[in-house]
């Protein structure tokens, strides 16, 4: 057995993050990275019950292993999406306890649910009911400014008793009023010793921690508190971060021969791939690689061909060419685009 199989499952992953991570984005990210646990944008059980479903729930063998994380809070309805989950392949469903958006407030999910142990718990129990694959909760610390951590504990307790054996724990409170949801992922503080104390508290459950993770030595420096890390807009801004992971922090042998140009090549066939088979224009999967070269000479105006709308007409390989051609500066043209 290689050391990076007596790993947890959820040593690594990568946050849910609404409009981000699709499954062009996850198939970008599975480049990167072998080990890691990829997750979906929340998907509402209103859009699988009423909507389309493989819209919804499409995704590449390569993507394993991947979570479907679901909002919302009838129980009989998250019983029905986590079978279609397994059904359609999926490693794990997770529930969220953790957007404070106003709109997800509104159908009574998300954060809000903290409020509603309870009811957590017996949506836990009926989609573990139906399924094989772990059922997870992805929570936050507390909701708006009570700080207190028997909040938390209680909640999690609850839960663990209906069965859930893992839970990722955005480290900040949700402030349900006043703040948006990105407010919220910055101005509640982080507080992660409130998260190694619920690890102590609940030794037999898998605990991750999210929240401000950004480097290697904060990942690390988790890892000696609780069993998992899950990195969220640094992985999406800065993917190539995610090249290093398997090595660094499963014990797996480092790929030499992956580098950017190879990602990148590998994007454009799955961007012709997709637009054969599904009609998929390559624009709406670049932009997921754009923090591809973040911080090497040329990033910049790499990133602007790539998400230059006036290249669209072009196919993914010219593009890839012209991203890579040293511009002509030409007086009457401000952009600096060879093709």
């Given at each position: 057995m290689t050391e990076s199989l007596t790993h947890s499952p959820w040593r690594m992953s990568v946050a849910p993050m609404m409009d981000w991570t699709d499954r062009h984005c996850r198939f970008?990210?599975?480049?990167?990275?072998?080990?890691?646990?990829?997750?979906?944008?929340?998907?509402?059980?209103?859009?699988?019950?009423?909507?389309?479903?493989?819209?919804?729930?499409?995704?590449?063998?390569?993507?394993?292993?991947?979570?479907?994380?679901?909002?919302?809070?009838?129980?009989?309805?998250?019983?029905?999406?986590?079978k279609l989950a397994q059904d359609w392949g999926y490693d794990e469903v997770n529930l969220n306890c953790g957007c404070p958006s106003e709109r997800v407030q509104r159908g009574a999910f998300g954060a809000c649910l903290m409020n509603e142990k309870a009811l957590v718990a017996d949506g836990v129990k009926a989609m573990r009911d139906v399924v094989d694959i772990p059922v997870t909760v992805k929570h936050r610390i507390g909701i708006d400014k009570n700080e207190s951590y028997d909040f938390v504990r209680d909640f999690i307790g609850t839960v663990a008793d209906a069965g859930c054996e893992v839970f990722v724990v955005?480290?900040?409170?949700?402030?349900?009023?006043?703040?948006?949801?990105?407010?919220?992922?910055?101005?509640?503080?982080?507080?992660?010793?409130?998260?190694?104390?619920?690890?102590?508290?609940f030794p037999h459950l898998t605990i991750a921690i999210n929240g401000g993770i950004a480097d290697d030595a904060t990942?690390?420096?988790?890892?000696?508190h609780v069993d998992g890390v899950m990195v969220g807009r640094e992985a999406y801004h800065n993917p190539w971060w995610l090249a290093t992971w398997d090595a660094q922090f499963y014990g797996a042998e480092l790929n030499s021969d992956i580098s950017r140009e190879s990602v990148e090549e590998e994007m454009v066939r799955y961007m012709e791939r997709e637009a054969a088979e599904h009609g998929t224009h390559w624009y709406s999967i670049a932009r997921h690689m754009l923090g591809l070269r973040q911080g090497m000479p040329g990033a910049r105006r790499w990133r602007q061909v790539w998400s230059d709308h006036r290249m669209k007409q072009l196919p993914p390989h010219e593009v890839m060419q012209a991203a890579r051609t040293k511009p002509e500066r030409h007086a009457d043209s401000p952009v600096l685009v060879s093709i």
């Amino acid at each position: 057995m290689t050391e990076s199989l007596t790993h947890s499952p959820w040593r690594m992953s990568v946050a849910p993050m609404m409009d981000w991570t699709d499954r062009h984005c996850r198939f970008f990210h599975r480049l990167l990275t072998r080990q890691t646990l990829l997750y979906t944008e929340m998907v509402t059980t209103g859009a699988l019950i009423h909507g389309d479903v493989a819209r919804h729930l499409r995704f590449h063998a390569e993507e394993h292993p991947v979570a479907l994380q679901l909002g919302g809070s009838e129980p009989a309805d998250l019983a029905q999406c986590a079978k279609l989950a397994q059904d359609w392949g999926y490693d794990e469903v997770n529930l969220n306890c953790g957007c404070p958006s106003e709109r997800v407030q509104r159908g009574a999910f998300g954060a809000c649910l903290m409020n509603e142990k309870a009811l957590v718990a017996d949506g836990v129990k009926a989609m573990r009911d139906v399924v094989d694959i772990p059922v997870t909760v992805k929570h936050r610390i507390g909701i708006d400014k009570n700080e207190s951590y028997d909040f938390v504990r209680d909640f999690i307790g609850t839960v663990a008793d209906a069965g859930c054996e893992v839970f990722v724990v955005h480290a900040r409170n949700a402030w349900l009023k006043g703040l948006s949801p990105k407010e919220n992922r910055e101005i509640p503080p982080l507080r992660y010793d409130v998260v190694a104390q619920l690890k102590k508290d609940f030794p037999h459950l898998t605990i991750a921690i999210n929240g401000g993770i950004a480097d290697d030595a904060t990942v690390l420096a988790q890892l000696e508190h609780v069993d998992g890390v899950m990195v969220g807009r640094e992985a999406y801004h800065n993917p190539w971060w995610l090249a290093t992971w398997d090595a660094q922090f499963y014990g797996a042998e480092l790929n030499s021969d992956i580098s950017r140009e190879s990602v990148e090549e590998e994007m454009v066939r799955y961007m012709e791939r997709e637009a054969a088979e599904h009609g998929t224009h390559w624009y709406s999967i670049a932009r997921h690689m754009l923090g591809l070269r973040q911080g090497m000479p040329g990033a910049r105006r790499w990133r602007q061909v790539w998400s230059d709308h006036r290249m669209k007409q072009l196919p993914p390989h010219e593009v890839m060419q012209a991203a890579r051609t040293k511009p002509e500066r030409h007086a009457d043209s401000p952009v600096l685009v060879s093709i």
